[in-house]
């Protein structure tokens, strides 16, 4: 597969490094240069220094070949227009944008765009905590 991740912070790098291990070929875009330090010495994708929200920057990571768009960002809005510009334009079959504010999920629902919400799951998985503490007072 031929994966684009944006932004390369902690998520973005662990994804990218993730798929790389696995053989699929990975860019990653991120406007930061040191954020490119958070990869493994064993990446072997390529970096696109630039602003994801440019036009031009996605067409030089080759995003219309994309099999898959990961958008990692921790801004909401960017995530929003990068994911949209990667469904509708760039025609990308699958799309996933991080999700910090529940509120927009249904505007990401609505154009096509699965979501990943830290947020949420960090709340699910202290809920599942509780509900198994509570099983073991119980007994």
Known sequence: MYVVI???GTVGSLIS???SRQGHDVVVIDNHEASFDNLSSEFSGF???G?????E???EAKTEKADAVFVTT???NLNLMVAQVAKSLFDVP???ARLSDSKPEEI???LGIQTISPPRMAVEEFLKAIRKFRKFQVL
Not at 51 to 55: A, L, R
């Open 51 to 55: 602003d994801p929200g440019e036009i």
């Open 108 to 110: 990401f629902s609505s």
């Open 57 to 59: 920057i996605l067409k």
């Open 17 to 19: 490094d993730e798929l």
């Open 6 to 8: 944006i932004g390369c």
């Open 74 to 76: 921790p801004k909401d």
């Open 47 to 49: 970096c696109v220094l």
């Open 94 to 96: 699958c799309v996933v």
